[in-house]
């Protein structure tokens, strides 16, 4: 038996959609990621990698393990006020207030729980198997918790976190299963290969300016930012570069996607009234330079203190 497998698609399935626009869902142009297993042996994940731009890990962590994460919180979320009242905590009922974006969101970075799922041994030992090495990791946590609505923009990692190494990964990890109406994560099939043409857009970095541009000043003082994405229409970028757009039938608790910096990402809107819960974690080799942004007790992130001018 094969380890490795792409699921079929549905014939018909229901409409889904990126930013507000529908995604074109023929064979041609929509399907689902290709899964993996921890047993299949590191030089062919490498060589995945390499190929696919991602490794679609099935039930990489126990599923009891990331429950206990959810747990904790939809405990928070329950205890600031953000899930609709009367209903089970578990199922993350959207009230009428949205979370927050990954920057600035309320939720703990320094959970216990959240912390031993992300950074502790399983991850890391995969990666020290994976890269060869010992593995740093970033210690700032992205939280994803979408409300019903769009999800987030099309972009490539690299332009939000390129000051170290671009030998980096990313690992996505759902909090609670996550079927298509729910929005989850959504990559763009091999477009980790067109980093030539999109070198415009790569060499770019969210905290650099022009400095020689008129409005520098603004740049300079945060009153004006670029937030990094692509593009906002996924259909007209998937008629340009090729490829096909693929997401998940559904991503399980236990799932973990590990992806690098160039692979074009986004996710689906959410169709439901609940909250889509997932984080998003950095690692690579501790001998590689890393990006001070997103190390530390309080990582800076994107704060002003961060941005940089130069002549361009
Ligand atoms: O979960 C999302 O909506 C976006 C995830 C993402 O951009 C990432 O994992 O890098
Ligand atoms: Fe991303």
């Known amino acids: 038996m094969s380890l490795i497998v792409e699921p079929a698609a549905d014939p018909k399935p229901k409409p889904l959609f990126t930013l507000g626009k529908p995604l074109d869902l023929s064979p041609a142009c929509f399907g689902f990621l290709r899964e993996t297993y921890l047993d299949v042996p590191v030089e062919q994940l490498r060589e995945q990698m390499e190929h696919d731009g991602y ?48 920057m600035g969101n309320p939720l703990n970075q320094h959970d216990p729980v959240l912390r031993e799922l992300v950074f502790g041994e399983r991850i890391t030992d995969f990666f020290h198997n994976f890269l060869g090495g010992p593995v740093a990791h970033f210690d700032f946590i992205w939280f994803r918790t979408k409300g019903p609505g769009l999800g987030s923009p099309i972009h490539c990692d690299l332009v939000y976190m390129g000051r170290g190494t671009h030998d980096l990964y990313t690992t996505w990890v759902p909090l609670g299963d996550v079927e298509l109406d729910l929005g989850g994560l959504l990559v763009l099939e091999g477009s980790h290969h067109h980093s030539e043409r999109l070198n415009p857009y790569l060499s770019r970095d969210v905290d650099n300016y022009c400095s020689n541009r008129p409005d520098a000043d603004e740049y300079a003082s945060g009153r004006k930012w670029w937030d990094g994405t692509l593009t906002r229409n996924a259909v007209w970028l998937q008629k340009s570069l090729g490829g096909r757009w693929l997401t998940s039938p559904e991503f399980q608790m236990g799932d973990a996607v590990i992806f690098n910096m160039k692979l074009i990402h ?6 439901t009234d609940r909250i889509r819960l997932s984080t998003d974690t950095r690692y690579q080799l501790a001998s590689q330079p890393i990006d001070e942004r997103w190390i530390g007790q309080t990582p800076p992130g994107h704060a002003t203190s961060q941005r940089r001018g130069r002549i361009c």
């Open 55 to 102: 490794l679609y890990l099935r039930e990489f962590w126990d599923r009891a393990q990331v429950q206990a994460v959810r747990d904790s919180i939809t405990r928070q979320l329950h205890d600031l006020g953000f899930l609709r009242p009367g209903t089970p905590t578990d199922e993350a009922r959207f009230s009428d207030r949205e979370v927050g974006r990954a």
């Open 266 to 271: 986004g996710s689906l809107d959410n169709q």
